[in-house]
């Protein structure tokens, strides 16, 4: 499984069948995906665009989304990897609402000062940032070696034994 970043606000999931595009800002020729996931309404005629709660299934990947206030977040579960994505400032109000997941995917959406000691409740292997504020936003993770990187690639048996910071740029 692979998370890439395709624009600042925009990532792709690929899985072995299925690819999720995450907050696409249109669709253009180098996004061919079965499926958008967004936080904000967004439609189009020959995508399925998922952009409220409920549980969905498309091509063997599962899909949930629960909308807290105003804002989504969304699970994934991709070729046996568990992602929870969402925008830092939703997930920190709504983790205890959550899961534990091998993936954390973080938009930074605000010049807020986010703890973001909330992530450890997920008990995630990789968190990864991306958004407009990513870099700021990664400082606050008290770990060394926090990778760049414009992709993740993500196996479901190898899977690193403390959790991993990366910065998708």
Known sequence: MEIALLSPQTIKLKGKKTQILVDPLSKSAECHAA???????????????????????V??????????GSEMVYGVKIDNVDIVIGKMSTLEKA???????????LCTDSDKDTDASFVTAFSPKYVVVYGDKAKET????????????????????????????????
Do not use: C, N
């Open 35 to 57: 499926l958008f996931l967004t936080t904000r309404p967004f439609s189009l005629e020959d995508v399925l665009s998922v952009d409220g709660p409920g549980e969905y299934e």
């Open 59 to 68: 091509g063997g990947t599962k899909i949930w989304g629960m909308r807290f």
């Open 138 to 169: 990664v400082t606050r993770f008290e770990k060394e070696g926090i990778t760049h990187s414009a992709k993740l690639s993500v196996i479901a048996e190898k899977l690193p034994e403390e959790m991993e910071v990366i910065l998708l740029q």
């Open 95 to 105: 983790h205890a609402k959550l899961s534990e997941s091998t993936v954390v995917i």
